[in-house]
């Protein structure tokens, strides 16, 4: 794979990660400031997150997950993906 694909396929999975946390908020009927309140995050944060300008680090996603009743999980991506 050369540089522009794994670009391409590193953007891809930003895009979709930035998707699922969106429709989590979403599914849980929360507005960015209701999150941040319930989450200890800055709303700034929530909406840099959502706006792919933050890329939050683990640390961040635990602390904005746990309290909402969710984690992060490995899993194996498509032979291709990468």
């Given at each position: 794979?050369?540089?522009?694909?794994?670009?391409?396929?590193?953007?891809?999975?930003?895009?979709?990660?930035?998707?699922?946390?969106?429709?989590?908020?979403?599914?849980?009927?929360?507005?960015?400031?209701?999150?941040?309140?319930?989450?200890?995050?800055?709303?700034?944060k929530i909406a840099?997150i959502e706006a792919?300008?933050?890329?939050?680090?683990?640390?961040?996603?635990?602390?904005?997950?746990?309290?909402?009743?969710?984690?992060?999980?490995?899993?194996?991506?498509?032979?291709?993906?990468?």
């Amino acid at each position: 794979m050369n540089k522009i694909e794994k670009y391409i396929n590193e953007e891809r999975l930003n895009q979709e990660f930035i998707f699922e946390f969106i429709k989590l908020r979403h599914e849980l009927g929360l507005t960015q400031v209701e999150m941040a309140k319930k989450t200890n995050v800055l709303r700034d944060k929530i909406a840099k997150i959502e706006a792919g300008i933050y890329p939050p680090n683990i640390k961040s996603l635990f602390k904005i997950l746990g309290p909402l009743g969710y984690t992060i999980k490995i899993e194996k991506i498509k032979e291709d993906t990468y």
